[in-house]
């Protein structure tokens, strides 16, 4: 698929994946810096709104506040729930609803184990593991990002959530045509779909 024309950087990208629109974002900004949306038309508040549990696992937070600023590896624009004020509370730190959703990547494991997962995840790495910085001299970004999902592509694919009717979809934020420099060339973006009800 395509992201949408012109929709660049990975920021606005995100918004739309969760909105359908980048509602008029277009940097890499955080939420405390770039204007959050006071729209409340976006997945997660249908989701909530239909009594459909959600939560997104983020590496490198630390789960005891809601994470609007950068912290180790962990970049809020890669990040799109925390630009609603409808799940930061007004851009609040403190907002139980964010905290209890926005939760640290390390949680994923006893989750899965656990069965504990909501009916839909939204898992985003940190910056080494999603190919976006170099932080090896000896590996590189690629293997760092493939070397990452070999770890936790096969503890989703054993879980009772994915066996249950579940679905993994490995996607990037954004794509770039042949000329990486040429911004107005939008995709196409990779995309892998795994689940037991896809079809080819």
Same mark, same amino acid.
């Given at each position: 698929?395509?992201?949408?024309?012109?929709?660049?950087?990975?920021?606005?990208?995100?918004?739309?994946?969760?909105?359908?629109?980048?509602?008029?974002?277009?940097?890499?900004?955080?939420?405390?810096?770039?204007?959050?949306?006071?729209?409340?038309?976006?997945?997660?508040?249908?989701?909530?709104?239909?009594?459909?549990?959600?939560?997104?696992?983020?590496?490198?937070?630390?789960?005891?506040?809601?994470?609007?600023?950068?912290?180790?590896?962990?970049?809020?624009?890669?990040?799109?729930?925390?630009?609603?004020?409808?799940?930061?509370?007004?851009?609040?730190?403190?907002? !139980?609803?964010? %905290?209890?959703?926005?939760?640290?990547?390390? @949680?994923? *494991?006893? $989750?899965?184990?656990?069965?504990?997962?909501?009916?839909?995840?939204?898992?985003?790495?940190?910056?080494?593991?999603?190919?976006?910085?170099?932080?090896?001299?000896?590996?590189?970004?690629?293997?760092?990002?493939?070397?990452?999902?070999?770890?936790?592509?096969?503890?989703?694919?054993?879980?009772?959530?994915?066996?249950?009717?579940? !679905?993994?979809? %490995?996607?990037?934020?954004?794509?770039?045509? @042949?000329? *990486?420099? $040429?911004?107005?060339?939008?995709?196409?973006?990779?995309?892998?779909?795994?689940?037991?009800?896809?079809?080819?």
């Amino acid at each position: 698929y395509y992201n949408p024309p012109g929709v660049h950087p990975s920021e606005p990208n995100y918004i739309w994946l969760e909105a359908g629109d980048n509602l008029g974002l277009t940097t890499d900004r955080g939420p405390s810096t770039s204007h959050s949306s006071s729209s409340t038309s976006h997945l997660v508040t249908y989701l909530n709104k239909a009594a459909i549990s959600w939560k997104t696992y983020q590496e490198d937070i630390s789960g005891k506040t809601c994470p609007l600023s950068n912290v180790g590896k962990y970049a809020p624009k890669h990040n799109p729930f925390i630009f609603f004020k409808d799940v930061t509370d007004n851009n609040s730190l403190n907002s !139980a609803y964010c %905290i209890a959703h926005v939760r640290p990547f390390t @949680e994923l *494991a006893g $989750d899965l184990a656990n069965n504990k997962v909501a009916k839909y995840n939204f898992i985003t790495p940190n910056l080494c593991h999603d190919m976006h910085d170099t932080c090896s001299r000896r590996v590189s970004r690629q293997q760092t990002a493939d070397n990452w999902l070999k770890n936790i592509v096969p503890r989703i694919l054993k879980s009772q959530a994915y066996k249950n009717g579940g !679905a993994l979809f %490995i996607t990037w934020d954004e794509g770039e045509g @042949e000329d *990486a420099a $040429d911004k107005s060339i939008d995709g196409p973006i990779g995309m892998i779909v795994l689940s037991p009800l896809a079809k080819v």
